[in-house]
Every structure is written in structure tokens, then in C-alpha cells.
């Protein structure tokens, strides 16, 4: 991996661009979040699709910086695409709490398991 960090901007048309050492695993996770990966003569374009709205187009620059931070890449996402503050996940999956993994009783009346 590089130093220099992968970069996610919004450039001054509204496109959502990709820049700096993306190797193949990145250019995948990438992928895997929405953006499309055009060749070019010197290199690869990597852009979200245009015309899907601000908050799908945040939404989804997030969760690839999410995702590429937590493969261990440096990530330097603009701010104006965060959709959460700065080191929290933007995930819209709930997290467990501790009760959600403590074994619950047997609803009543349902018959209980008989030993032998």
C-alpha cells in the first residue's frame, strides 16, 4: 500500500470522483459501493454514477470510505460527502446490545425439552 491516500471528492460539477492509489482489492471494494470504473488513456476514471441525489450519492462515498479505512487504506473523504461525523460509522445496521445476546426464556406454555 501507498502513503498517499485515496481520495473521495466532489468536484465543482457535482460528480463524486475517486483519486490516488486504488490496486485492485480497493478498485473492488470500490466497486462493491457503487462506483463505476472507466478507462481512460492514462488510467482509470472511478465516479459514482451521476443524477441519483446528494444523499445517495453521500450515502455511498461514506460506506466506501468505511469500508476501504477498515481494509486498513488511508482514505481522505471530503467532508461535504459524510454522512456521519468523523470516526463513526455511517452503517444504518443497528448495533447489538449486550441483551440481545443473553439466552431468553422459553415463551409460557410452550412445552419444555424433557430429559432423559
Same mark, same amino acid.
Given at each position: 500500500m501507498s502513503d498517499e491516500p485515496i481520495r473521495i471528492t466532489r468536484g465543482q460539477g457535482g460528480e463524486v470522483d475517486?483519486?490516488?492509489p486504488v490496486d485492485t482489492f480497493a478498485a473492488s471494494v470500490l466497486? @462493491? &459501493?457503487g462506483f463505476d470504473t472507466y478507462p481512460q488513456l492514462h488510467g482509470v476514471w472511478i465516479r459514482l %454514477?451521476? *443524477?441519483l441525489g446528494r444523499a445517495w450519492e453521500n450515502?455511498?462515498?461514506t460506506w466506501a470510505a468505511d469500508m476501504l479505512t477498515a481494509a486498513r487504506y488511508r482514505v481522505d473523504l471530503? %467532508? *461535504?460527502l459524510q454522512? &456521519?461525523?468523523a470516526? @463513526?460509522?455511517a452503517s444504518s445496521t443497528p448495533l447489538r446490545t449486550k441483551t440481545a445476546m443473553t439466552v431468553q %426464556?422459553? %415463551?409460557a406454555g410452550a412445552p419444555g425439552r424433557q430429559r432423559r
Open positions: 475517486v483519486d490516488g466497486t @462493491r &459501493a %454514477p451521476f *443524477d450515502e455511498h462515498a471530503d %467532508p *461535504d454522512t &456521519a461525523p470516526g @463513526r460509522s %426464556p422459553p %415463551p
